[in-house]
Every structure is written in structure tokens, then in C-alpha cells.
């Protein structure tokens, strides 16, 4: 079982130069999430989307837009990148079913360095 | 707002040396409380869901319990390969689309 894969792995941009990161279930869940971790910040989610063709934002929405044009897939992008956007991105999925508490199942996430 | 504390930042162990870690938590009505381990490079791995105080959890030498404040996550005779980052997360009873709130984690480091 693959899980959620995300890709890139490693990624280094320049300032002002745009990109899309790239996640991918096949677990058949509803839910997805975007996160990004940072030192002595712990996990904040930055989006998510409770199914196919919605998305909301989370605690740091802005600089970034997503996109859930499938149900198995979640993209990630990023306009006009800049080095507060250094990171590492997290992306997660689960069931909807059981009124929520289902867990979230990560990927190993996407290394970003803005310079 | 939900906020969810952890302590302490970082702990090392002996192997064999038993020891806690703290999760506490403010929440609008919770849901669950969950528990993840993380190793360095890569993404969390669920452990535990937490539903009610005085309800406890066990997985080989992890034991999680939940009261109305706070989460311990208990290592009973830990080896080197339970050297991991452990995370706690809240999630609340209103929140849309089982949102979760982590802490900032617990390094752990077991010597041999």
C-alpha cells in the first residue's frame, strides 16, 4: 500500500518563482490536508478539503492556494514564493466517516528551501 | 482557540528506563485526543485515539491515558528504537472536516 505519497521530495526556489506540490491517496478518503512544520512551531495546517471540488482554509492560509480536482489527489501551490515559506509540508488524509475522529494518515512530506 | 502543551521538549532516556510524557490541552468540547510518533524525515505515524477521561491505551510499551486537562503518553522499559519525536494532537467537537490542533512535540532519545 502506497498510502500518500507526496512529490516533490526536495525542492530549492528562488524568491518570486512559483511552484506546485502534489499529493496523492489511495486509501479512498474524503478528507485532505495540507500542514507545514517548523521548528518550535509544531504542525499548523495551512488548507484542507472535506471532499472532491471543495477546499478551506486552515490556521496560515495565505500565500498559498490549493486545488481538489480529484478525490485522490491534493495540490498544493504556491504563487510567488518567499522565504518566510521555508518549510517542510505535510500533507494528510482521512475518513469522514464516524462523525470524525478517524486519524490522519501522513506522507513523508515535501522539503521546501525559498533562497 | 484550541492549544495543546507539551512537555518536556526533549528527554533522554537510558534503555530500560521508564519514564512519561505530557500532553495538555484546552479544547471547545473534545472529540478525540490522538498521539503520533515521528521519526526524523518522515511524516507522523498515528498511535492512539483518546475519547474520554479515564480511558487508556496500550501498544507494546506505550501506554496513553486521558483526563479532562491532559494526556500521558507512558514508555515502560524503552529500547533505542523508541527514539522518535511524539506528537500530540486535540480535535474538537464542532471543529468542520476533523480538524486537528498539535503541540510542538516531545524528542525522545533512548541510549543503549
Known amino acids: 500500500n502506497a498510502g500518500v505519497t507526496q512529490t516533490p521530495k526536495f525542492r530549492v526556489l528562488k524568491t518570486g518563482q512559483s511552484m506546485t506540490l502534489l499529493c496523492a491517496q489511495d486509501?479512498?478518503?474524503?478528507?485532505m490536508y495540507w500542514y507545514r512544520q517548523d521548528p518550535g512551531m509544531g504542525l499548523r495546517l495551512i488548507h484542507y478539503s472535506v471532499g472532491e471540488g471543495t477546499t478551506a482554509k486552515g490556521e496560515v492560509p495565505d500565500g498559498y492556494n490549493v486545488s481538489r480536482l480529484k478525490k485522490q489527489n491534493f495540490l498544493l501551490g504556491l504563487e510567488s514564493a518567499a522565504p518566510s515559506q521555508t518549510s517542510v509540508y505535510f500533507c494528510?488524509?482521512?475518513?469522514?466517516?464516524?462523525?470524525?475522529?478517524?486519524?490522519?494518515?501522513f506522507g513523508d512530506g515535501t522539503r521546501l528551501s525559498i533562497l | 482557540e484550541d492549544q495543546v502543551t507539551q512537555s518536556p521538549e526533549a528527554l533522554r532516556l537510558q534503555e530500560g528506563e521508564s519514564s512519561s510524557l505530557n500532553c495538555s490541552y484546552t479544547?471547545?468540547?473534545?472529540?478525540?485526543l490522538f498521539w503520533y510518533r515521528q521519526d526524523p524525515g518522515k511524516g507522523p505515524e498515528f498511535l492512539f485515539t483518546l475519547y474520554s477521561a479515564g480511558e487508556e491505551k496500550e501498544k507494546e510499551r506505550l501506554k496513553a491515558t486521558l483526563t479532562k486537562k491532559e494526556s500521558f503518553l507512558h514508555i515502560t522499559a524503552p529500547k533505542p528504537e523508541d527514539s522518535a519525536t511524539y506528537l500530540c494532537?486535540?480535535?474538537?467537537?464542532?471543529?468542520?472536516?476533523?480538524?486537528?490542533?498539535f503541540g510542538e512535540g516531545t524528542q525522545l532519545t533512548v541510549n543503549p
Open positions: 494532537a486535540v480535535q474538537a467537537r464542532e471543529t468542520s472536516g476533523s480538524r486537528l490542533t
Open positions: 486509501m479512498n478518503h474524503e478528507y
Open positions: 479544547v471547545s468540547g473534545l472529540r478525540g
Open positions: 494528510a488524509s482521512s475518513y469522514s466517516r464516524g462523525g470524525g475522529n478517524q486519524p490522519q494518515h
